[in-house]
């Protein structure tokens, strides 16, 4: 039992979505506080208030930082970590080029053990408190990442990438219907809601597996229904054109993993740019959720995801990194270019849209929302607190705002992990 410790500063959390209710969802308090004790939110109020109810309580002060959940990268993929900005291709040369020979290195369980702590430590410097990482194909990585996690504190989401087609898949770096089946459960078995670690069943994307994995995926899935499943949807045209071509009998992409058993309320299909609108009505019609890749879309190329258009049908969006193909680990910089995709697309994102995707909306996306995301009483107190004015260019601006949105926007368009004043994983501050 860890003593109960009272942090101080601006607070902002959410009543709702802003997508649906503008601005208003969020709830300010200029001079603020969140009560933690035994790694959980145990009250939350105006400084006033809780210093007068917990007298006893320790004291951290944060002065002008803002204190936000911390923020949860829905997709990542942690073996990436040492290829991130490698130049000049788009996605199939991409993979080919930079990512496959990167991950194949993951067979040596000392280098996923390297990779995911560093990792780990990167996130933790950016404000990152949670993330739902692709691992390799090799059974160590996985378990790495999810030792690493354990180590920190964290909430870790994560899977085995399993990928069997040859062809498309390089020899070294190719798993099999059976032992992708195999290897997933065992992993399953092991680490799912062990502490806070979720597994999540992983086929990579519908080019790099047989149809016969992919059934066995799915019927995994269908023997584990609480398990997310993530992979990837509609990211570039050339990647929709070579799916068509593989899978000549789908109706589309999204039909390759329906098909399957591969759709479902639980399922987290990644970027999904250029959907047809059947697949955007099977994806609302089950509850799915969207992954939004803004850093990735645009490094590699893919396209401009229409974030207005889908959540005004209602579709669940989380909002994540995709490292290596995105080009930053921060969630701020994912934040940015979230906002300039959507400017590009005429609709631009209010401030309060952009923190509520990096905190509610993943957690949403991850049906982790009872848990991580919010500053709410009984959550788990993983939060993030901001310095607004990190650096010359983004003080002067913030000290002319005229409010808390004024004030917070630079900070997302310019701020990078020298905006994170501190870092709290499961009550305990690990940064600052
Ligand atoms: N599609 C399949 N694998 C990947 C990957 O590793 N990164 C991205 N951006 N897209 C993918
Ligand atoms: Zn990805």
């Excluded at 007068?52 to 951290?60: D, F, I, L, M, N």
């Excluded at 990436?80 to 290195?105: C, H, V």
């Excluded at 009872?370 to 990190?390: C, F, H, K, Q």
Aim: one cysteine or more; hydrophobic letters at 40%; a negative charge.
């Amino acid at each position: 039992m860890s003593s109960p410790t009272l942090h101080l500063g601006q607070t902002l959390r959410f009543e709702g979505d802003p997508f649906v209710l503008g601005p208003e969802a969020a709830v300010h308090e200029q001079r603020g506080a969140v009560l933690v004790a035994d790694g959980r939110i145990a009250d939350v109020g105006t400084a006033e208030a809780l210093t007068a109810r917990h007298p006893q309580a320790a004291r951290v002060d944060h002065g002008a930082g803002l204190i936000l959940p911390g923020f949860i990268d829905a997709h990542a993929h942690y073996p990436q970590t040492a290829m991130i900005a490698s130049w000049g291709k788009r996605l199939i040369d991409w993979l080919n080029s930079y990512t496959f020979p990167e991950e194949m290195r993951f067979a040596d369980p000392a280098y996923a053990a390297e990779i995911s702590g560093r990792y780990l430590d990167i996130l933790l410097a950016n404000g990152t408190t949670s993330v739902c990482s692709y691992c390799t194909i090799h059974p160590g990585s996985v378990e790495a990442l999810f030792t690493a996690a354990e180590a920190r504190g964290m909430r870790v989401f994560a899977g085995k990438t399993c990928m069997d087609r040859p062809g498309t898949t390089p020899d070294g770096l190719r798993d099999t219907a059976q032992s992708a089946y195999d290897d997933s459960k065992t992993l399953l078995t092991r680490w799912h809601r062990r502490g806070r670690a979720s597994y999540v069943i992983t086929p990579r994307f519908s080019p790099t597996s047989t149809p016969e994995q992919l059934e066995v995926l799915g019927a995994l899935w269908a023997e584990h229904p609480d398990c997310l499943m993530q992979t990837h949807l509609s990211e570039q045209t050339d990647e929709i054109a070579w799916v068509k071509s593989l899978y000549p009998q789908a109706r589309d992409y999204l039909d390759t993993y329906e098909v399957y058993g591969l759709l479902g309320e639980r399922g987290l299909y990644g970027h999904a740019i250029h959907l047809e609108p059947r697949e955007k009505d099977r994806l609302r019609e089950v509850g799915a959720a969207l992954i939004h890749c803004p850093t990735s879309n645009t490094f590699i190329g893919s396209g401009l995801f229409d974030m207005a258009g889908l959540k005004a049908t209602g579709l669940s969006v989380g909002l994540a990194t995709d490292t290596g193909g995105g080009s930053s680990f921060s969630m701020l910089r994912t934040m940015a270019a979230a906002y300039e995709i959507g400017q590009l697309r005429g609709t631009p994102l209010h401030p309060s849209q952009l923190i509520w995707l990096a905190t509610q909306g993943s957690a949403q996306a991850l049906h982790a929302a009872d848990r991580i995301g919010d500053l709410a009483v009984g959550m788990e107190a993983d939060l993030t607190v901001l310095d607004l004015a990190s650096t010359p260019a983004i003080a002067q601006r913030s000290a002319v705002a005229q409010d808390l949105w004024e004030a917070l926007f630079p900070t997302i368009m310019m701020g990078d992990d020298r905006a994170i004043a501190a870092t709290v994983v499961a009550g305990r501050m690990v940064q600052g």
